[in-house]
């Protein structure tokens, strides 16, 4: 699970109580623990719903804790779901497999099954609300992405067994969308901030041990999002579903970086020296193919060090024109890279000095 939450969680930071409940699944995860608590300052009752304990009592006030529930399961289990689903005013679908390697069987019941579930029980349930969070992948083929808007997901050419389950996701979402069951797409693009194990933690763990090339350069520009901008979109796509619904909106921090500044932002904010042996993209995604077959054959306890759709995501450019989805959403980010990049800095002080 992720650290606790960076921000303040006295009484006094909480809204009061509006009756409205919403489900928030993937909550053992940093976004969907920070929208479930997002959704609690704002007088929301909030109920999780994810395999494993949230662990989100323990950092309310008591005075809040009754406000929140929870749920265990598997959001493909419809029996889970169907009691997760009950008295709930809106969904939040968060949960998700995210990898860059493992069997095609796993993302299918995962992202797939479990967002089918979701859907088909909300509206059973007479639920009218539905948020569901994609990725920017699943409209990627392969080659760069500039100033690209919010296309159309593509299962058939989108790269990984990730990108495709979560391309054939969104389709079902957006097939859902209804006068009477609203649902809007998001796709947040590369989320970090501190505490994050997914991104952050591994770069800067790879790039103290020397292992964290530098593909081509690191010249290729891509947008990324700062946890907090994340969550005030995804709480702004709750809030205006009439105007967003039946389309997907990429979100990102608007602020594209060539991966090696980015890169080179992550590790000095930890105090580790920045990655600077490059190699070719070409030759990174032979060995990622390979690696690829390997880890199909003998998996290894922690992600593989390359695939081929992590060589092309660190290669390629990935940036997106965000005119439309801050139109819509009525949102800005409020967290600039910079000031993510202090907030770094301050979290991570002396945890990886020798």
């Known amino acids: ?23 928030v699944t993937g909550a053992s995860g940093m976004l969907g623990r920070e929208v479930a608590l997002k ?13 494993s304990d949230a662990g989100l009592a323990a950092l309310l006030p008591k005075s809040v804790r009754e406000r929140l529930s929870q749920v265990r399961g598997s959001v493909s289990d419809f029996h889970a779901v169907d009691q997760a689903m009950a008295d709930v ?3 939040i679908h968060i949960a998700a497999k995210v990898s860059v390697s493992g069997q095609w069987d796993q993302y299918l019941e995962a992202n797939v099954i479990g967002t089918r579930t979701l859907l088909e029980t909300a509206k059973n349930h007479g639920v009218e609300k539905f948020v569901y969070i994609s990725s920017p992948s699943v409209a990627h083929a392969g080659s760069s992405l500039v100033g690209e808007g919010n296309t159309p997901a593509d299962p058939d050419h989108a790269r990984g067994n990730y990108a495709r389950s979560k391309a054939y996701a969104e389709k079902l979402a957006l097939e859902a969308d209804a006068d009477d ?42 947008d990324t999002l700062y946890i907090d901008n994340a969550v005030d979109a995804v709480l702004a796509a709750y809030q205006r579903l009439e105007h ?12 594209p970086r060539t991966v090696a500044e980015i890169l080179a932002g992550f590790t000095h904010a930890a105090g580790v020296p920045a990655p600077q042996r490059s190699v070719p993209a070409k030759a990174a995604y032979a060995a990622g193919w390979v690696i690829e077959k390997v880890w199909e054959v003998k998996p290894g306890e922690d992600e593989p060090p390359m695939t081929a759709f992590l060589a092309e995501q660190l290669s390629t450019a990935h940036w997106f024109d965000q005119r439309t989805t801050r139109e819509l959403l009525q949102w800005d980010p409020a967290v600039s890279i910079e000031e993510g990049y202090e907030r770094l800095r301050s979290f991570y002080r002396g945890r990886y000095s020798a």
């Open 244 to 255: 967003i619904h039946g389309q997907p909106l990429v979100v990102t921090n608007g602020q």
């Open 1 to 23: 699970m992720s650290v606790i939450s960076l921000h303040s969680l006295t009484e006094d930071s909480f809204a009061d109580a509006r009756g409205e409940r919403v489900l």
């Open 89 to 91: 005013d809106g969904v």
């Open 181 to 222: 069951f609203r649902v809007g797409v998001l796709r947040p693009h590369l989320i970090w901030g501190p505490g994050d194990t997914q991104l952050v933690e591994r770069l800067i763990e790879r790039s103290a041990a020397g292992r964290l090339p530098l593909l081509s350069g690191g010249t290729a520009l891509i």
């Open 39 to 51: 959704l609690l300052r704002e007088g929301f009752e909030v109920r999780v719903f994810q395999r």
